[in-house]
């Protein structure tokens, strides 16, 4: 392998982490049985080994776009085949809806000139915490993930996971205070 | 119910029987921004759940909020038929029917899923956003969306304005970079548009293409979001360092790099660190992309900018006429005194550069008629009127040959005058230049042959010396609007004017040479007959 090609594998495997959260962000809970996050991720990696030459010549935010685009076509590819396969069980699953939400989340991480000063740090900052939270162990990392990144309650945490708000609860805050000393420590 | 391993919590005893109640009371406190009165039962570890708590949510909530789907609008008693069209980091943006005129606006809305119910951060916001309405009212502009009215809905500020339809230049730029005309006559209003906000005391200190609608086929730019904006001077203000760090001036972007020396001066937007965003939103226009894109988006790209050591290249290969990269650099001098006084100057400068003559464009053959016709026949004009003399030609003819050159020379001028409309500022001046020194230079001539009656010698010999003088004062006049240059050709004319009275039996050869010379020189540098190879590739 030589050197562009490790350089640029480098870069792709470093999204790995951010990628799977943000797969595991978009996936509504009635989908989690039937799309599974890493496989996605797994795919869209492929793809873009498979596009190593393009993504070579691209500069950091093409090159986030480029996987994020990849990824929200895997997606919503398979939340349309769950919703052939399983028309009648799986409910109404708008994928213009989900598509609008992958655009959004684009925005945020590619579009870095578009708000206040403070996007300098944030973007990085942003991407650093969707990587971490891979490092969680998997009930932490969901309950963050529908706490922080979905906007739920501590009891709609609960009901999702399946145990009591004071495990949610304790779940959560060992969550935050992992995410809180990778974060904190600086970046290697 | 299934409890797994990383669902307790006994290693480090935060899951106990005890603190369990206490826990899930800490985050319902959090959820609800009343944190302190629940959790002072155990200050220490209360104090560690919030931080972690606004540790992680400060990151997530721009990630939350860019997976939220839209919001359903908010019922404003004015108007109906509200339909989200864009959404900023503070507001919302509606278009919406207005119930008593039918008129459809657009209204901006404070975001409610940004600012919580309750907190003191949606009071800041919703005075920021009546701020925005009445600084953007304060200006009556073309370019300028005037507002309309103010109003708060469920404890949400907004405000109504005129609705353009049109996409923002920053949508534009993604089908490629702005063709240089369009760039300059755009950049040029807003401009305008900028200097009237100045010249009411306000700096609008986020002016880039996102910011600038450009409406349908009129292509009429319209500056929008007075997000940040201020009034010059304002010590109340709380923005402190706002803007958009790739259109931020360096004196600003040291602000956010404090190891970076600000040579002791306060750190304040000005009127310069406006032209500098209008100067590198031109650039980015013309690049097709924005400074980021082009210099890389981290912190090192950014103390670049900060110390003036960026050169302001673009990633891709465009072509920028100089001109134009001229003002663009001009704007982005590092030294804010360097920059344009005011937005009006610029928009001066690219109005001049609008306005400059094209000879190549609206008369292509002017230049090879200089060069081939005109440049020829005045040495030949020369050495047949000076021949005339030493031979004791007829006086007639001698008149003839000395005028003639004029004739293919003002026939070139009247057929480019042909060739396009006078609608071009710079065409008329030259047109008027030349015009005039035709006049004066026949009627200089009549009055000497009237004064040396009956000494025609002395008439033609005291010619030339006139002629060379009227050329020098319509090549000085040039110069301020045209070719730089030809401040140097007026002041060689001045010079042979003196030397062609010091020896009157040859200035008829000199005069020719002279001015064969010059045709020569104007045609072949003068950029008004090189546009074509005139932009500057980088």
Known sequence: MDENESVIDARIQRMRPILRTIAEAWMPPKLRSDLDASDLVQHTLLEAHQSADLLARLNEPQFSAWLHTALRHNFLDAVRRVNVLKSKGVGPISVSELEDSCLRLEELLVANDTSPSEVLERNEQSLRLLEAMQTLPERQRQAIIQKHLRGASLKQVAESLEISESAAAGLLHRGRMALVAILEKPES | MNRRNDDVGERDGWDSDSNSEWLIRC?????????????????????????CYEWVEALASPIRHALTEPTSPPMIPEYEDLVEIGRGGMGIVYRGLHRETHRVDAIKVLRPD???????????????????????????????LPVYQVG?????TWFSMQLVEGVSLHDRMKEGPLSPELASDIMERVARAVDAVHRQGILHGDIKPHNILLEGQSRRPW???????????DTSSRLGIAGTPAYMAPELIQGIFPGLPSDGKPIERTIATDIYSLGATL?????????CEAFGVGPVAMQRIAEGSQPWLPAKVVSIPEPLLR???????????DRYASAAEMADALSDWLNRPRWNRHFPRLRFLLQVMVAPSLLVSGVITWWLRQSN????????????PYVPLFLAFGLSRGHAAADVRAKRELWSMWIGHMLGSLSCLISLRLLCHPNADRATAMAYPILAGLSSAVFIAKSGNFWASYRWIGLAWAILAILFSLAPESNAIGFGVAAAITCIWIARGDRAFREHSSATTT
């Open chain 2, 327 to 337: 003002i663009c650099k001009k704007c982005t001098a590092l030294d804010p005194k």
């Open chain 2, 114 to 144: 940004r600012f919580g119910q309750h907190s003191r951060s949606r009071s800041n916001a919703s005075s920021l956003l009546r701020q925005e309405a009445k600084l953007a009212a304060r200006v009556a502009h073309e370019s300028i």
């Open chain 2, 27 to 51: 985050e319902q406190a959090a959820e609800h921004g009343s944190r302190t009165e629940i959790c002072n039962d155990n200050e220490a570890m209360a104090s560690e759940h919030r931080r």
């Open chain 2, 393 to 404: 030609g007829a006086e007639a003819w001698v008149w003839a040959s000395l005028v003639s």
């Open chain 2, 152 to 156: 708060e809905v469920d404890g949400c």
């Open chain 2, 283 to 291: 650039w980015a226009l013309l690049a097709g992309q924005s400074p």
């Open chain 2, 223 to 233: 500056i929008t979001d007075f997000g940040v904006a201020e009034l010059a001077n």
